[in-house]
């Protein structure tokens, strides 16, 4: 069995083509992450497509407890990918409430309920694809450099995509990846939980930068946007409240990162 009791996968060979949903925080906040993704992925030969009508997964609608609302968001992303491509998400958040929940969503419609079962077989988080089905490994071409990794709760519980995150980076000759005391909690993002508890959140955030800073890493590395930015805000407020006008714990999307350490500077000879 797979995470949260979900079937074991069977991973197909590398696709000539794929999907991709950005989703609505790289889309909004970080759009690096996004292009990246798609560099990494046409970098192995793989076409992307991207549906221009794409929203919200419905997660934060389906979390905060409004199942119908949940149920039009998602409505609308079934019908988006129509070729039998795999559909890769950059995100362990979006990927597990597209592979994991839309199912459910739509248990009681037997048309609906199949539509949201066969696009969840396709759906894949992208460090799970960079992984299994496209078997990533390409030479590190930076610096000597230590980082901390950070996995959103949905990463680890529902897809399972902290191992495989772990994994890339330790492919990466001269990333020395360190370990937080903290590493199986909550950054305290949570998506609307950050909105409707600011106070719990912060506390949590509080703690976990703590940690990772106690590990002495240069920087924090996570395959989930939400949590990248409620960490290193966090950090940079700590900086600014200390009078410090450089980030002293800077952080990147998983995507970014594997692209800027693998990929040559321009105008190097191959």
């Known amino acids: 069995m797979g995470p949260f009791g979900a079937a074991a996968r069977t991973y197909p060979d590398k ?14 906040f970080t759009p690096q992450a996004g292009l ?3 560099r990494l992925l046409e970098r192995e030969g793989i076409r992307m497509h991207y549906p221009q009508a794409q ?33 890769v998400v ?51 071409l930076g610096g000597d450099c230590t980082v901390a990794l950070h996995t959103s709760c949905h990463a680890r519980r529902q897809m399972g995509s902290h ?12 990333v020395n990846v360190v370990e937080q005391s903290r590493i199986e909690e909550c950054c305290g993002f949570g998506g609307t939980f950050s909105l409707l508890h600011p106070e719990i959140s912060e506390a949590i955030v509080t703690d976990k930068v703590a940690s990772i800073r106690d590990t002495g890493a240069q920087c924090v590395v996570s395959a989930d946007c939400g949590c990248l930015l409620n960490i290193t805000g966090r950090a940079a407020r700590q900086d600014e409240l200390m009078g410090v006008s ?3 714990l800077p952080g990147e999307h998983l995507a970014s990162f594997l692209w800027n350490r693998t990929n040559p500077p321009a105008g190097a000879k191959p």
């Open 246 to 248: 450089e980030p002293t």
């Open 36 to 38: 990246d993704t798609v």
């Open 55 to 87: 929203t919200c997964c419905g997660q934060p609608a389906h979390s905060s407890g409004y199942p119908d609302e949940a149920r039009a968001v998602a409505r609308h992303q079934l019908n988006l990918f129509d070729q039998l491509w795999p559909v």
């Open 90 to 140: 950059p995100s362990g958040s979006c990927g597990g409430m597209m592979r994991l929940h839309y199912p459910h969503l739509f248990a009681d419609d037997p048309v609906l309920h199949a539509k949201a079962q066969a696009l969840a077989e396709r759906v894949f988080e992208l460090s799970e694809f960079l992984v299994h089905v496209v078997n990533f490994k390409h030479e590190d």
């Open 163 to 174: 191992e495989t995150s772990a994994a890339l980076l330790q492919t990466l000759a001269q």
């Open 15 to 28: 696709p000539s083509d794929v999907y991709l949903f950005a989703t609505c925080l790289i889309d909004q």
